[in-house]
């Protein structure tokens, strides 16, 4: 029996949990050639979803392909991906050929992939900003060619798409928009996982400004998320006692992706001891377990604090993340006024220690928010 909970990667059909109102919107929006935001705090099943829904809409006759925008260290090096993500999409014996064909505003070296249908694409000579810009407005036009070449509608997902900003300023922008408003065949997801970054990108002064719907995926349903948990539990065989998926949910903080790191690990520790069944002991003893495992790394993370930092972390911790700038919890964590207050969250927020979900600041990773709870003063 393989582990039912799986983290730390797309989830599979059968442990995918929920979100059917979202995936079933996603995907009409997609099929209707939409131009989808979806925003989501990190963990939350955001590729999951769009793995999804691009799996449904290659179930209808759609070419999908997915790039990963925060993976590329210059807008060349992304425009390399994108063009070879789509280019993977064309009949692999005429993909390089109509590649090079497709694209005039460049030289493109085009080599066979290593165990992979699709080629390694570069643009070797693209130097300047005027160059990269007319290479960009052909890469960009590239998807709605692929569906008049294969006669299928296309469907791209850019995931961790607020990364785009970083590469040429507001210029990357305008030209993904002008190049994807008039593409009727091809739908979008802009998927970001820095909620207040992608807010700003949506912002009436941007390019992207009203040019599609946009999605916000909010937490699973705790009591669904502890019924699924149970359910999971019961089917591989170690039965679950009762109280145990809620315990689960709360401890993991709701987060989609510690909830299901925490099941598993205490499905990997009942398996281990041939169990058959699990409960609040089991869950408690394999969260002490994951604690020593991380102590090392945590203890790294705190020692990079600065004195206010740290007060301002525990003060996250035991406060629920709010009215941390008010005067009793600033008294009582020794945080001095709002202002340094204020400085200490926005570092911890930039570390990606913390996050912000309306007037509330959580931690990002409940196993940190455990140990600062436990093992700090």
Same mark, same amino acid.
């Given at each position: 029996?393989?582990?039912?909970?799986?983290?730390?990667?797309?989830?599979?059909?059968?442990?995918?949990?929920?979100?059917?109102?979202?995936?079933?919107? =996603?995907?009409?929006?997609?099929?209707?050639?939409?131009?989808?935001?979806?925003?989501?705090?990190?963990?939350?099943?955001?590729?999951?979803l769009i793995e999804r829904a691009l799996a449904a809409m290659a179930r209808r006759g759609a070419v999908t392909l997915s790039?990963?925008?925060?993976?590329?260290?210059?807008?060349?090096?992304?425009?390399?991906?994108?063009?070879?993500?789509?280019?993977?999409?064309?009949?692999?014996?005429?993909?390089?050929?109509?590649?090079?064909?497709?694209?005039?505003?460049?030289?493109?070296?085009?080599? %066979?992939?290593? @165990?992979?249908?699709?080629?390694?694409?570069?643009?070797?000579?693209?130097?300047?900003?005027?160059?990269?810009?007319?290479?960009?407005?052909?890469?960009?036009?590239?998807?709605?060619?692929?569906?008049?070449?294969?006669?299928?509608?296309?469907?791209?997902?850019?995931?961790?798409?607020?990364?785009?900003?970083?590469?040429? @300023?507001?210029?990357?922008? !305008?030209?993904?928009?002008?190049?994807?408003?008039?593409?009727? #065949?091809?739908?979008?997801?802009?998927?970001?996982?820095?909620? +207040?970054?992608?807010?700003?990108?949506? @912002? %009436?002064?941007? %390019?992207?400004?009203?040019?599609?719907?946009?999605?916000? =995926?909010?937490?699973i349903p705790a009591d669904l998320f502890a019924a699924f948990l149970e359910t999971r539990f019961a089917r591989s065989g170690?039965?679950?006692?009762?109280?145990?998926?809620?315990?689960?949910?709360?401890?993991? @903080?709701?987060?989609?992706?510690?909830?299901?790191?925490?099941?598993?690990?205490?499905?990997?520790?009942?398996?281990?001891?041939?169990?058959?069944?699990?409960?609040?002991?089991?869950?408690?003893?394999? =969260?002490?377990?994951?604690? +020593?495992?991380? #102590?090392?790394?945590?203890?790294?993370?705190?020692?990079?604090?600065? =004195?206010? #930092?740290?007060?301002?972390?525990?003060?996250?911790?035991?406060e629920d993340g709010q009215e941390l700038l008010s005067a009793d919890t600033r008294i009582r964590y020794r945080l001095g006024?709002?202002?340094?207050?204020?400085?200490?969250?926005?570092?911890?927020?930039?570390?990606?220690?913390?996050?912000?979900?309306?007037?509330? !600041?959580?931690?990002?990773?409940?196993?940190?928010?455990?140990?600062?709870?436990?093992?700090?003063?």
């Open positions: 029996m393989r582990n039912p909970f799986v983290y730390g990667e797309v989830v599979p059909a059968d442990a995918f949990v929920d979100r059917e109102e979202a995936l079933e919107r =996603l995907t009409a929006d997609l099929a209707a050639g939409q131009k989808v935001f979806l925003i989501s705090p990190r963990r939350y099943g955001k590729s999951s790039v990963t925008v925060a993976s590329y260290s210059s807008y060349v090096a992304f425009l390399e991906g994108y063009a070879r993500a789509v280019a993977a999409c064309a009949e692999p014996a005429r993909g390089p050929a109509w590649l090079r064909e497709a694209i005039g505003a460049a030289r493109v070296d085009v080599r %066979p992939g290593i @165990g992979t249908d699709a080629p390694v694409v570069t643009f070797p000579a693209v130097r300047g900003a005027r160059e990269t810009a007319r290479l960009a407005a052909e890469v960009f036009a590239l998807p709605d060619r692929l569906a008049a070449r294969r006669r299928r509608p296309v469907v791209v997902a850019l995931d961790e798409f607020q990364a785009i900003a970083g590469f040429d @300023g507001g210029s990357v922008e !305008h030209a993904l928009r002008a190049a994807v408003q008039h593409q009727r #065949q091809v739908g979008y997801v802009f998927a970001g996982s820095e909620p +207040s970054l992608m807010e700003r990108m949506l @912002g %009436p002064r941007r %390019p992207f400004y009203k040019a599609g719907p946009v999605m916000r =995926l909010d937490r170690i039965r679950p006692e009762p109280g145990l998926g809620a315990a689960i949910v709360e401890l993991a @903080g709701n987060l989609p992706y510690d909830v299901q790191r925490l099941a598993h690990e205490v499905w990997d520790d009942a398996r281990a001891a041939r169990r058959k069944k699990v409960g609040l002991d089991d869950l408690h003893a394999a =969260l002490r377990r994951l604690l +020593s495992e991380q #102590q090392v790394f945590f203890e790294g993370v705190w020692q990079r604090l600065t =004195l206010v #930092q740290r007060a301002a972390l525990r003060a996250v911790v035991f006024g709002a202002s340094t207050v204020q400085s200490a969250l926005v570092a911890l927020m930039r570390e990606e220690i913390i996050t912000r979900e309306g007037p509330r !600041h959580l931690v990002v990773d409940s196993l940190m928010r455990e140990w600062v709870a436990r093992r700090t003063h």
